[in-house]
């Protein structure tokens, strides 16, 4: 096995160990999580805001700077009300995350099907399964679900995605010294 495929086997299993766990520190204490989540999704709109306020007052004159300096304020007076009222910021955080789940667990259902072939592939698709799962549960309970379904299902993501890596770099590890598969590149 060459140190390529060793290093890129290990990578992957260091990205999962680190996701399984920070999935098991958020379901330790999933409404701090959440509330963690909608306060630093509040701080980087209000960041933004102002960065794009800033911008304005760099740009040539004219509509480009009015609009400009229009978006900056909306962004940083949104940023502001989900920071005052998490409420509002959680309703919003969990539209957002619909679309996540929805959008990974589309890729990870994808993505395992065309490596069915690779013992462990099973993993990936139950993690895509789940994730499509999470999106019926936030649909279903939207917007009456509070902060800790944040944490709660981002902490089981993160654990479960984990997993999967976790499990297909040593599938990538028994191919690579098997000697059967070197077309195999993580």
């Known amino acids: 096995m060459n140190s390529g495929a060793r290093m890129g086997s290990k990578a ?4 999962g160990i680190i996701l399984v766990i920070f999935g098991i520190l958020l379901l330790a204490s999933p409404m701090a999580a959440g509330e963690f989540v909608i ?18 007052f760099r740009s040539p004159g004219g509509a480009d700077r009015i609009v400009s300096a229009l978006l900056g304020a909306v962004i940083v007076g949104l940023g502001v009300m989900v ?11 969990m539209v957002l995350l619909m679309l996540f789940f929805l959008v990974n667990g589309l890729w990870k259902v994808t993505t395992a099907w065309r ?6 592939w099973i993993w990936l698709l139950l993690s895509g399964l789940v994730s499509l ?6 649909w279903s309970q939207w917007p009456v679900a509070g902060a800790w379904v944040i944490g709660v299902f981002i902490g089981i993501d993160l654990l479960l995605s984990g997993l999967s890596m976790v499990v297909l770099a040593f599938t990538a590890r028994r191919i690579r010294s098997s000697g059967y598969v070197e077309t195999i590149n993580l």
């Open 115 to 120: 490596f069915r072939s690779a013992s462990g």
């Open 12 to 15: 992957l299993m260091l990205t």
């Open 133 to 138: 799962f999470f999106v019926y549960l936030l």
């Open 39 to 56: 306060m630093a999704v509040a701080a980087v709109l209000i960041i933004t805001g102002v960065a794009q306020l800033i911008q304005s």
């Open 83 to 93: 920071w005052r009222n998490p409420e509002i910021g959680s309703g919003f955080l």
